[in-house]
């Protein structure tokens, strides 16, 4: 996962040198070479990192160009838009390698990326004309799983901090945790009793109706307090519950998702809770619900063509910023849901977006490493802030200021100006950082990632406060 992300910064650079006018030569098939080999080539061994190097950015986990998955075996045989990409026995015929070896377009991977090195295409090949045999020994690698996730993966995918500053909560797997901010201590852990082992498909019926010590059966993506601080919201796959937040009991449970539900927002007047998502490369999902009746009060449809990452409610709550995986950042109109403007600029899925105090003004950030300001009501991009060196998962303003934050998978959050100025880095960190929340006063920041850590800095000097670790989930059950 990681490995992935870290692609994403060399598929930046050629299309940076393209930007400065630099003349690409024709493109020329890849070189056809002979292996001189008779042992079989493992997929496991050799072909699996050459896909995982060179095509994972955009064919795996939830991106999956053409939709072609290559982040695992089973991905590669069903192919993608065309069907079958490969042909086994015959790599000749194989759309992948037609692709690869750049003798028919879409060239892969595309013009400004890495291409296949004569060697690769030659093992990949010859792979393909040995029966493209599946790998002896499965292995299982870290994604999305909808049944539960395994044991051993807890990233930090949301972090919230209560408006009162009293209480952070933080999502890890499936569960989510609430720890005291002043002590640092986990007081609570948010328990959905429907949850049994009856409703997760238990193998000949073992533990049937043993609670299940979660908030969701699947990985919690996004979290959000109310404004008032009464309500928290989760988002998981194709759910969406909002919490008592001081009884840790379920208020509401909104269904009808297509796929995750990974960006949340109460609006300033705490009303509504806009939610997006959707499945990948499938249409994305905006959808807008009455907090205190649980109602659905408007979808837009056909928004984003692919899932969407960031929403954000205008400071007056008559406009809702969204931006997803299409690149693109849009406006809509509420409570019509009528489209007003799109931004374009980013080069690869943009992942958060916010609006400035005065609603002139919005920030978009991006898995292209890059923070962007628009002018709303110009429709222009005034600037490219640059600064973190890898994909910016969330974007928060900082109250009514002008300031915002934002945390990458460079490990650090940093908060910026307008302007571009970088004003003060939190760091500590040792791994891709996914979820952030800063107090409307900017003194409190929480972050956490994937190292499944939370960490509490004093956001006026950037001074470490807590660092929340994962409760013991036998000790905590209340
Ligand atoms: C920078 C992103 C990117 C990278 C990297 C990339 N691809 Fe693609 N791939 C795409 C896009 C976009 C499409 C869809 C093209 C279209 O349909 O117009 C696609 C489509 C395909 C298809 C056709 C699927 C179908 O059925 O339509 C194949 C096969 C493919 N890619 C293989 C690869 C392989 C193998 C690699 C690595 C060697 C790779 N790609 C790397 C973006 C990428």
């Given at each position: 996962m990681r490995l992935l992300f870290s692609l994403v910064l060399l598929a930046g650079l050629p299309a940076l040198a393209n930007a400065q006018g630099k003349k690409t030569k024709p493109v020329q098939p890849i070189a056809v070479i002979e292996l001189k080999r008779t042992t079989p080539v493992l997929y496991d061994k050799e072909i699996e990192p050459i896909l995982v190097h060179k095509c994972a950015v955009c064919h795996s986990d939830n991106i999956k160009e053409g939709k072609l998955d290559l982040g695992s075996y089973e991905g590669l045989m069903k192919g993608g838009k065309h069907g079958a990409a490969i042909v086994p026995g015959k790599s000749a015929d194989s759309l992948l390698v037609k692709l690869v070896g750049r003798t028919?377009?879409?060239?892969?991977?595309?013009?400004g990326e890495e291409p296949l090195t004569p060697e690769e295409l030659a093992l990949l090949k010859l792979w393909i004309d040995q029966g493209a045999k599946a790998p002896a020994t499965k292995r299982e690698r870290p994604k999305v799983i909808v049944v539960g996730p395994p044991a051993d993966v807890h990233p930090v995918l949301g972090v919230a901090l209560r408006p009162d500053k009293k209480y952070v909560a933080a999502s890890r797997g499936n569960q989510i945790h609430i720890y005291?901010?002043?002590?640092?201590?986990?007081v609570r852990m948010l328990l959905d009793?429907?949850?049994t082992v009856s409703s997760t498909s238990p193998k000949n019926g073992e533990g049937k109706g043993k609670a299940i010590q979660a908030a969701h059966l699947s990985l919690v993506e996004s979290l959000a307090y109310s404004p008032d601080g009464k309500t928290l919201a989760s988002g998981a796959f194709q759910e969406v519950v909002l919490w008592?937040?001081?009884?840790?009991?379920?208020r509401q449970r909104l269904t009808g998702f297509a796929d995750r539900v990974v960006a949340l927002d109460f609006s300033h007047d705490g009303k509504l809770l806009a939610t997006g998502g959707g499945a990948p490369t499938a249409d994305g999902e905006i959808k807008i619900f009455d907090?205190?009746?649980?109602?659905?009060?408007v979808e837009i449809k056909n928004g984003h063509s692919d899932t969407v990452f960031g929403i954000s409610f205008s400071p007056d709550d008559k406009k809702l910023a969204t931006c997803a995986a299409d690149k693109f950042v849009k406006v809509f109109e509420l409570p019509s849901g009528k489209f007003l403007k799109a931004f374009e600029g980013h080069t690869h899925h943009v992942l958060d977006v916010g609006w400035s105090a005065d609603g002139k003004l919005l920030a978009s950030a991006g898995a292209d490493n890059v923070i962007k300001i628009w002018d709303f009501d110009k429709g222009e991009q005034l600037r490219t802030i640059n600064g973190h060196n890898k994909q910016i998962t969330r974007l928060v303003f900082i109250g009514k200021s002008d300031q915002f934050a934002t945390c990458s998978g460079d490990q650090t959050v940093r908060f910026w100006n307008l302007?571009?100025?970088?004003i003060r880095n939190f760091g500590g960190n040792a791994d891709f950082l996914y979820a952030l929340a800063v107090s409307s006063d900017g003194t409190l920041v929480a972050a956490g990632g994937q190292e499944g850590i939370v960490r509490v800095y004093n956001g006026s000097n950037g001074q470490l406060l807590k660092s929340l670790e994962p409760p013991d989930a036998q000790a905590v059950r209340k």
């Amino acid at each position: 996962m990681r490995l992935l992300f870290s692609l994403v910064l060399l598929a930046g650079l050629p299309a940076l040198a393209n930007a400065q006018g630099k003349k690409t030569k024709p493109v020329q098939p890849i070189a056809v070479i002979e292996l001189k080999r008779t042992t079989p080539v493992l997929y496991d061994k050799e072909i699996e990192p050459i896909l995982v190097h060179k095509c994972a950015v955009c064919h795996s986990d939830n991106i999956k160009e053409g939709k072609l998955d290559l982040g695992s075996y089973e991905g590669l045989m069903k192919g993608g838009k065309h069907g079958a990409a490969i042909v086994p026995g015959k790599s000749a015929d194989s759309l992948l390698v037609k692709l690869v070896g750049r003798t028919e377009k879409k060239f892969m991977p595309p013009k400004g990326e890495e291409p296949l090195t004569p060697e690769e295409l030659a093992l990949l090949k010859l792979w393909i004309d040995q029966g493209a045999k599946a790998p002896a020994t499965k292995r299982e690698r870290p994604k999305v799983i909808v049944v539960g996730p395994p044991a051993d993966v807890h990233p930090v995918l949301g972090v919230a901090l209560r408006p009162d500053k009293k209480y952070v909560a933080a999502s890890r797997g499936n569960q989510i945790h609430i720890y005291e901010v002043a002590s640092g201590k986990h007081v609570r852990m948010l328990l959905d009793p429907q949850l049994t082992v009856s409703s997760t498909s238990p193998k000949n019926g073992e533990g049937k109706g043993k609670a299940i010590q979660a908030a969701h059966l699947s990985l919690v993506e996004s979290l959000a307090y109310s404004p008032d601080g009464k309500t928290l919201a989760s988002g998981a796959f194709q759910e969406v519950v909002l919490w008592d937040a001081d009884k840790g009991t379920i208020r509401q449970r909104l269904t009808g998702f297509a796929d995750r539900v990974v960006a949340l927002d109460f609006s300033h007047d705490g009303k509504l809770l806009a939610t997006g998502g959707g499945a990948p490369t499938a249409d994305g999902e905006i959808k807008i619900f009455d907090v205190a009746s649980g109602k659905l009060v408007v979808e837009i449809k056909n928004g984003h063509s692919d899932t969407v990452f960031g929403i954000s409610f205008s400071p007056d709550d008559k406009k809702l910023a969204t931006c997803a995986a299409d690149k693109f950042v849009k406006v809509f109109e509420l409570p019509s849901g009528k489209f007003l403007k799109a931004f374009e600029g980013h080069t690869h899925h943009v992942l958060d977006v916010g609006w400035s105090a005065d609603g002139k003004l919005l920030a978009s950030a991006g898995a292209d490493n890059v923070i962007k300001i628009w002018d709303f009501d110009k429709g222009e991009q005034l600037r490219t802030i640059n600064g973190h060196n890898k994909q910016i998962t969330r974007l928060v303003f900082i109250g009514k200021s002008d300031q915002f934050a934002t945390c990458s998978g460079d490990q650090t959050v940093r908060f910026w100006n307008l302007n571009g100025a970088n004003i003060r880095n939190f760091g500590g960190n040792a791994d891709f950082l996914y979820a952030l929340a800063v107090s409307s006063d900017g003194t409190l920041v929480a972050a956490g990632g994937q190292e499944g850590i939370v960490r509490v800095y004093n956001g006026s000097n950037g001074q470490l406060l807590k660092s929340l670790e994962p409760p013991d989930a036998q000790a905590v059950r209340k």
